[in-house]
């Protein structure tokens, strides 16, 4: 009996292209760092490489773009940051990574940054076939208009060479099969492969696409991983950066919906990638949700809310129109109503802000009632100070809490008051001009300016 061995899982590293130029997105900012459901198309990218298991990241930047390594390595700790000095085309930019390369794995993914669609089932799709025997795995898509796009050749299933469109013949622009651009490699001759290419083409530029025709030359598999041509998509304006957040879109909200999310429109909810919102919770339409929410079950956010790394816990109801903005944190069975913003504010348990207010700073108990139009004055234009409001406290309507001030629980603000000093529990503040009256005040006004009135013009 042959006693096999326990094969290790095989170690893999990424190299992300990252250094296009992307003029023609009009922008200051660089390409890559053009956002994609909330995050830049260089972190979208880096989170499916690395979700398919690709344990070193190496990114490779063009000269001067300081901002792109600092994001990668934002999102990346572990990333390191190469430089390509002169853009001399895709194999080119591959080896600018060659001290990454150098140490060796045994799996390489090469990726583009505009790519920000791609899906780590595809990765981890490439990764088996290398598994099985491939020593170069190219990414092909059926594409509507392959126009401009590199043609994968295959025969009898096998991929034979990629021909740019520039180098292809009339019979090879013909065929439908395109190249993704995304490569995988077995480590052990990437890195020969790579230096094998060589920059004859009607672009003098080294292709990385030539390492399929290498690779045959030496009698190594070659072959082909399909994908949706949505999931490929590149993004080089900020048209097709519109196209490939309606597709980011459409896939958080079916994601949510599929784990039990009920959105009455979903096409006007927007998400982030990070969007978490939890079973049986209803979403009415035109909602938008900036990075880091949570939203708990069974909550329902009512129509036109916005929220920013804000935190609802279940069986709460949020809107219509409001605003949760950071550091918002609504306990269970909190009722927000309309025209309420929340910010940096502990809403506790059972408490309701129904209308028109503004909560900053705050800490609010539980059971808590916040009367309509109820504003925390947090700032005095130099500094920002808390307001603390107890368990069951009643805020009147109209009522203006200027921070630092705490209102005990229980405690009764009558409406219409500026609290200034802090409240007792089961007290009962009033802090407004005391009303009066003079009994038929009006009605002797009325008879004095008798025939006198000014025609209204
Ligand atoms: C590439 C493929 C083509 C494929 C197409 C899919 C090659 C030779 N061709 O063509 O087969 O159909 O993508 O969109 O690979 N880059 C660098 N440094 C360079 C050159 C490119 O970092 O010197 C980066 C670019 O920023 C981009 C990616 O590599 O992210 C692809 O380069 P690009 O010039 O857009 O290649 P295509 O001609 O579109
Ligand atoms: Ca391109």
Redesign the pocket.
């Known amino acids: 009996m042959t006693s096999e061995q326990p094969r290790s899982t095989p170690s893999g590293l990424a190299i992300i292209?990252a250094?296009?130029e992307g003029t023609r997105m009009k922008s200051t900012t660089p390409k890559v760092l053009h956002k994609v459901a909330g995050r830049s198309m260089l972190a979208n990218t880096l989170a499916a490489v690395a979700a398919a298991g690709m344990e070193r990241l190496a990114v490779?930047v063009g000269p001067g773009h300081e901002d792109v390594a600092k994001e990668a390595r934002a999102v990346a700790a572990g990333a390191e940051v190469f430089v390509?000095s002169e853009?001399?085309?895709?194999a080119?930019?591959v080896l600018a990574a060659r001290a990454a390369l150098e140490t060796g794995a045994d799996h390489l993914i090469v990726v583009?940054?505009?790519t920000p669609l791609i899906q780590p089932g595809t990765f981890r799709a490439m990764r088996e076939a290398l598994a099985a025997g491939a020593a170069v795995v190219a990414l092909g898509f059926e594409a509507r208009d392959a126009a401009g796009?590199?043609r994968l050749l295959t025969k009898n299933d096998e991929l034979v060479a990629?021909r740019?469109h520039r180098d292809a013949s009339e019979a090879e622009r013909a065929t439908t099969l395109?190249?993704?651009?995304l490569m995988a490699l077995d480590g052990r001759v990437a890195l020969s492969i790579l230096d094998a290419i060589a920059s004859n083409n009607a672009q003098k530029?080294f292709?990385?696409?030539d390492a399929v025709e290498i690779a045959r030359a030496r009698g190594l598999a070659t072959r082909v991983v399909r994908a949706p041509e949505e999931e490929v998509m590149?993004v080089n304006d900020r048209v097709q950066l519109a196209a490939a957040e309606a597709v980011a879109q459409r896939r958080l909200r079916e994601k949510a919906m599929r784990a039990g999310v009920t959105m009455t429109a979903p096409e006007t909810v927007f998400m982030c990638h990070d969007t978490i919102v939890g079973r049986d919770t209803v979403i009415e339409p035109h909602v938008f949700f900036g990075p880091g929410v949570t939203i708990g079950e069974g909550s329902v956010v009512k129509a036109f809310s916005h929220f920013e790394g804000a935190v609802v816990a279940g069986d709460a109801s949020v809107g219509p129109f409001a605003r949760l903005r950071p550091g918002a944190d609504i306990a269970t069975g909190v009722k927000i109503g309309n025209f309420v913003e929340i910010k940096s504010a502990r809403i506790g348990a059972g408490s309701a802000v129904s209308h028109l207010s503004y909560i900053g700073d705050s800490t609010v108990g539980v059971k808590a009632n916040i009367g309509a139009g109820t504003i925390t004055c947090n700032y005095d234009g130099f500094n920002k100070a808390r307001t603390e409001i107890g368990d069951g406290a009643f805020i009147g309507s109209n009522s203006a809490l200027v921070a630092p001030v705490k209102i005990g629980a229980g405690a009764y603000v009558g409406s219409g008051s500026v609290i200034t000093k802090d409240v007792e529990p089961d007290a009962l503040a009033v802090g407004r001009a005391r009303q009066f009256e003079k009994a038929g005040w009006a009605a002797a006004l009325r008879k004095s300016r008798e025939g006198k009135e000014k025609k209204r013009p």
Do not use: K, P, S, W
């Open positions: 292209l250094a296009g490779v390509q853009r001399l085309g895709t080119h930019a583009f940054a505009d796009y590199g990629i740019e395109c190249n993704a651009g530029e292709y990385l696409t590149g």
